[in-house]
């Protein structure tokens, strides 16, 4: 099914679509009253996906991941998660959300809905980039995001020339992960500036527009991604680097799936449970970036007008790389001392900073991330700098092999194909 064969993506209902989703996550709601909605939201779904087209393929992109992140948030928040297990910081109210009156819990559901990441909430990510601080004046902070969302614009420019330069991504009947090397490992380059600079664009103009306007202050607005310095692991790369607007909803959607459908538990920390616990909690990495995948489908399902399995290539090769490193830093454990963090042991140390031999296991109620398993192998951010320079070879050449699976379906529409650009400036390199 070709673009041509579709509706015109329909802009009302997906307004509509957002209002459901938003009374959909309300809290204390009739669980029949749920059901009706989130049934009405798979269709509205299943439609805007698969029946209709905006004509443009880099929207139909992105609208195709959003429908789908938006659906699993209200899947997470009927099924998953209860609404009392949340916190927000910045909540006046007392009592259980659930109890209070229509309109707070509305409130509780917007704000949660429009907060991905849970700034000021109990379940916001440790790993978060630095924020600005509380004393930072208003319109200094503007005009900083603004000057940044200038710079973003300007690389992604730079990206974007890189992009239909390459003849890995332009060559009709050729995919990219079909294409040499140095092709392959250009487009990881540029592709992944087009992705880092375009999502910081929107969040810079978002965050100097609602800061201008009064609706929320500067600490509230850390930076989208953390630096790329972290990223001398894969795991790293996840954590810390790449930004965390999905993480509530994967972990808690993963850890429900290793625990309520798989049936999937760790055991008590000690030398038989050892392997049980590795293959519980691999197995929860491994749902965390199915699910992951399943949410980017959509997108591509939309490109496409079909059903494209790069994305979910791509996300399913991560736990694969997570898990071999996590037996290397365990088996580097033993031939050499430990890596220490504040002078403990990395295999015992916790988010708290205690040291214990306790093992816990991924909480839906609580989110709790893969470093909060007791087999995980937190390594030292003091790592030595050769040590550092290793991973870093290794994740580049991790994503120049498992990238190019997610970007195949973008190339086969020819998304990268810009006949202002001139395929001869790399002729050199053929």
Not at 353 to 370: A, D, I, R
Request: charged content about 15%; some cysteine; aromatic content about 14%.
């Amino acid at each position: 099914m070709h673009n041509t064969q579709r509706e015109p993506f329909s802009g009302i209902l997906f307004f509509l679509f957002q209002i459901m989703c938003i009374l959909g996550i309300t809290p204390g709601g009739p669980p029949t009253l749920k059901w009706i909605v989130f049934a009405a939201l798979v269709w509205i779904s299943h439609f805007l996906i698969t029946k209709t087209t905006t004509q443009d393929l880099t929207a139909d992109l992105s609208l195709g991941t959003s429908i789908l992140i938006q659906l699993c948030t209200v899947f997470d928040m009927i099924f998953v998660t209860h609404p009392d297990t949340l916190q927000n910081f910045q909540d006046s109210g007392g009592g259980k959300v659930t109890e209070r009156p229509f309109k707070q819990r509305v409130v509780w559901a917007y704000n949660l809905y429009t907060n991905p990441r849970g700034i000021g909430w109990a379940h916001e990510s440790r790993h978060l980039p630095s924020r600005p601080s509380p004393s930072t004046p208003r319109w200094k902070f503007v005009g900083v995001r603004i000057l940044h969302a200038f710079l973003y614009f300007i690389l992604d420019r730079v990206a974007h020339a890189l992009n239909a330069s390459n003849p890995g991504m332009t060559t009709p009947g050729v995919l990219l992960s079909q294409s040499a090397l140095h092709w392959r490992a250009l487009a990881v380059v540029s592709f992944g500036a087009t992705a880092f600079t375009r999502m910081n664009l929107s969040h810079c103009l978002l965050s100097a527009g609602v800061v201008a306007l009064g609706l929320s202050t500067p600490e509230r607005w850390p930076h989208l991604f953390g630096s790329p310095l972290q990223a001398w692991s894969v795991q790293q790369f996840w954590r810390k680097v790449w930004h965390q607007m999905l993480r509530r909803i994967v972990i808690a959607c993963a850890s429900f799936a290793t625990s309520k459908i798989i049936r999937s538990h760790t055991r008590t920390y000690g030398r038989r449970a050892y392997l049980p616990n590795f293959v519980h909690t691999s197995l929860w990495v491994f749902m965390v970036f199915v699910i992951g995948g399943i949410i980017h489908v959509g997108g591509e399902y939309m490109l496409l007008g079909r059903f494209g399995s790069g994305a979910l290539k791509f996300f399913i090769l991560q736990p694969v790389a997570i898990t071999l490193e996590k037996m290397v830093t365990f088996s580097w454990s033993f031939f050499n001392p430990p890596l220490d963090i504040n002078g403990s042991n990395p295999r015992t140390k916790q988010p708290n900073g205690q040291n214990s031999m306790k093992n816990l296991s991924p909480n839906t109620s609580k989110n709790s991330e893969l470093s909060r398993s007791g087999l995980e192998m937190e390594v030292a951010s003091e790592l030595p700098m050769w040590l550092r320079y290793v991973g870093y070879i290794w994740v580049f050449l991790w994503f120049v092999f498992s990238y190019p699976f997610s970007i195949d379906p973008l190339v086969s529409r020819g998304i990268f194909t810009d006949p202002r650009v001139d395929l001869r400036t790399f002729a050199w390199a053929s």
